[in-house]
């Protein structure tokens, strides 16, 4: 982390400089072939991923080791999240939905040691996530009812003068899906980093150094639980919009 410098007898520090994408190569613009810092810690997120669930289970001994209890671990608390969820119709997307949790919660970890790089703090990101989940899931709604997906919007439950106005709030809170997925994601990553930044270039001051120190210990351990809690929420209403896909009548 940059520490404070002292412009003009008080201090200067800028907690945002952390998310700035920028090429791995030189100090050119940035374009959309451009290996940068974000390519280069998502690509780690992904070694990491594969080192813990590929390479940590390729002995799948009886007696497991850390590792591999780790990896069953996450995956028995995805499927049964995924079945319980959307039932057995549903296990047959687990791997796409493994495949969100294991990125996005590698994702909020890694980010978490010293001198890394957030890319789930990026609503670049997050929104790709979420647009992935959404456009799938409506395609699949379609694909699996035809024309009986729009029942997810019409509360036939509901006085008849009513459905009309519920089938619009219905349609409006549907496509504000992605953006609330992304962003609920992305906001939580960014400002719990921003507290630590902040905390961090507090504790160059001698005189708050004590102070700073349990609040950073306090901040950082707050992150560790909200790196695993937003992907556990990120992959549940996941699951959740599945169901809906998949049994769309109210």
């Known amino acids: 982390m940059t520490m404070a410098t002292e412009e003009t007898g008080g201090l200067s520090f800028h ?11 030189g100090d050119g613009a940035v374009h959309w072939y451009t ?6 810690w998502m690509g780690i997120y992904v070694l990491a991923i594969i080192g813990l669930l590929v390479l940590g289970t390729r002995g799948r001994a ?29 296990v047959k ?28 703090s990026h609503i670049a990101v997050t929104a ?5 989940v959404f456009v799938g899931v409506t395609i699949l709604g379609f694909v699996k009812n035809g024309s ?3 029942g ?37 990553i960014m400002a719990g980093h921003t507290v630590l930044k902040v905390f961090a270039v507090f504790g160059s001051i001698a005189a708050l150094m004590p102070f700073t120190v349990l609040a950073i210990v306090g901040v950082y351990a707050l992150e560790v639980l909200v790196a695993t809690i937003q992907a556990y929420v990120f992959t549940i209403l996941t ?12």
Not at 15 to 25: I, N, T
Not at 97 to 119: D, G
Not at 128 to 132: F, K, M, P, Y
Not at 158 to 186: D, G, K
């Open 152 to 188: 997810l919007f019409w509360v036939s439950s509901a006085p008849a003068v009513m459905r009309p106005v519920l089938a619009l709030i219905e349609l409006i809170s549907y496509f504000v899906r992605p953006v609330s997925h992304s962003i609920r994601l992305a906001g939580n």
């Open 239 to 250: 699951c959740v919009y599945l169901k809906d896909a998949l049994h769309p009548s109210h």
């Open 35 to 40: 290996p940068t810092n974000a390519t280069l």
């Open 15 to 25: 907690p945002m400089d952390q998310f700035l994408v920028k090429p791995l190569f």
């Open 128 to 132: 790709v996530l979420a647009l992935l």
């Open 62 to 90: 009886m007696v497991p080791s850390r590792t591999q209890s780790i990896a069953e671990l996450m995956y028995g608390m995805v499927r049964k999240m995924v079945e319980d969820i959307t039932g057995k119709e549903g």
């Open 93 to 120: 997307y687990f791997p796409y939905v493994m495949t969100l949790f294991c990125f996005i919660l590698f994702a909020n970890s890694v980010a978490l040691l010293p001198m890394s790089f957030s890319a789930t």
């Open 148 to 150: 009986h997906f729009l």
